[in-house]
């Protein structure tokens, strides 16, 4: 099996422990100046700092001191959709409030009749395309989330949509149950039928699957929410949950007592929450793309990696509250929006996002033995991450050891080798 180098790298390893960081331990990324990194088959089978000093059989690649760090995960997304929200994109540029256009049975509502007359096999196509695009940008292990069935039948047909591109891509998809993302109108006993009918029948056919909710004003309340997350502990399923976007309702602290894996969104999340937060193992996933696209609120990162809080970033890439799959833009929202630094967005973004999904154990490190997703950037400081935005994206990135992303127009020096580092 050929081995490929990568040398004259600046490599961001994140290497330490292989638990969520929190506090001061996210400004930490592993730097490696002029390092080298090795790769055999699938899987980093070797990484180290200088020139490599003996011979070496395979191919050779000069970065020329770029910066090379794990490719992003994406830990929330509702990227399964169907249908447009275009309609609503300009009631809100008229100054309709989101809430409103949910109440008016647009929103969450609008996907969801969309995405019931569209076939399994429609959904997992557009969903490729997606899944392309967020590739683009340097990602290659994303979370996608059910939730515009919110039925029995279009809630698995959704997790069966995504299960199945999963299996046709390189790239790491895990689903999510969100059945609870908002109530039917039309079924007075939505709550009840989810938890009694749909929770079971998503559990029995993906054991061990992710259940999400959105707790907020006009959809799911606290105590419906932990209604179905009690049921959902029971059948074997980790938590996850939206809270505090519009509202701080109580979800938050709600979902620390209850061993919930992240909380997400946290626009209006309260003092004593971030403080909470802080000393828990739940971590706080901030989604910036939700307050540009939405009404410019914005989670308190800053405060909450002073409070010792563990954080990751994601899109939401959704078609109506944040419509972009790009993981770079999302950086530079979270510096400039969120407070944190490019240190903290690039561990936020890579090796917290992975334990958010539980594959911290190969994924969002580089070190031997770890997947070979990597990404190489057309810079020499990752600080251009922030800096930057709206930029061209990476100009290589690897998927399992596989090039999955070549810019022709990126100079790097090197091929297949006859001995010597290129």
């Known amino acids: 099996m050929p081995v490929r180098y990568l040398v004259n790298a600046r490599l961001l390893t994140m290497a330490g422990p292989n638990r969520p960081r929190r506090g001061e331990e996210m400004r930490d990324l592993g730097v490696i100046e002029n390092g080298w990194l090795s790769i055999e088959g699938e899987k980093i089978s070797g990484i180290g700092s200088g020139p490599l000093t003996e011979p070496v059989e395979g191919t050779v690649l000069d970065l020329g001191g770029r910066v090379v760090l794990p490719t992003w995960i994406d830990c929330h997304t509702h990227a399964c959709w169907s249908g447009s929200r275009l309609e609503e994109f300009e009631a809100g540029l008229r100054g309709v409030e989101y809430l409103e256009i949910l109440k008016q049975g647009g929103g969450i509502m609008s996907t969801v009749r969309a995405v019931r007359a569209t076939s399994q096999e429609e959904l997992t196509e557009l969903l490729h395309a997606r899944l392309g695009r967020m590739l683009t940008f340097g990602t290659t292990a994303m979370e996608v989330k059910s939730g515009y069935g919110l039925d029995t039948e279009n809630e698995l047909k959704m997790l069966r949509a995504i299960h199945a591109a999963s299996r046709e891509q390189d790239v790491l998809i895990l689903g999510t149950f969100l059945g609870a993302h908002a109530k039917d109108p039309e079924v007075p006993d939505y709550v009840d039928r989810l938890i009694s009918e749909t929770l079971p029948a998503v559990a029995e056919e993906f054991p061990g699957i992710c259940c999400d909710a959105y707790c907020e004003e006009g959809a799911w309340t606290v105590d419906e929410t932990c209604r179905l997350f009690r049921a959902a502990s029971d059948l074997g399923c980790t938590l996850r949950v939206h809270a505090d976007q519009f509202n701080s309702l ?61 954080v990751a970033i994601a899109t939401n890439y959704n078609p109506g509250s944040a419509p972009s799959p ?28 992975a334990h958010v999904l539980g594959i911290g154990d190969h994924h969002g490190r580089l070190e031997a033995g770890m997947r070979a997703d990597l990404q190489v950037l057309d810079c020499q400081d990752e600080r251009e991450l922030a800096w930057e935005f709206a930029t061209t994206p990476p100009p290589l990135v690897l998927c399992k050891g596989g090039v999955v992303q070549f810019l022709g127009d990126a100079e790097f020096e090197g091929g297949e080798d006859d001995g010597e580092p290129s």
């Open 250 to 310: 109580g979800m938050t602290s709600a979902a620390i007592d209850m061993g919930a894996t992240s909380v997400d969104h946290l626009e209006a999340v309260s003092e004593s929450d971030v403080t909470r937060l802080g000393e828990s193992s739940t971590i706080a996933v901030l989604l910036p793309g939700s307050g540009f696209s939405l009404d410019q609120r914005y989670a308190p990162g800053r405060d909450l990696i002073d409070a010792g809080a563990s």
């Open 326 to 353: 790009s993981m770079p833009m999302t950086v530079a929202l979270a510096c400039r929006r969120c407070g944190l630094l490019p240190s903290e967005a690039i561990t936020a973004a890579t090796h917290n996002a």
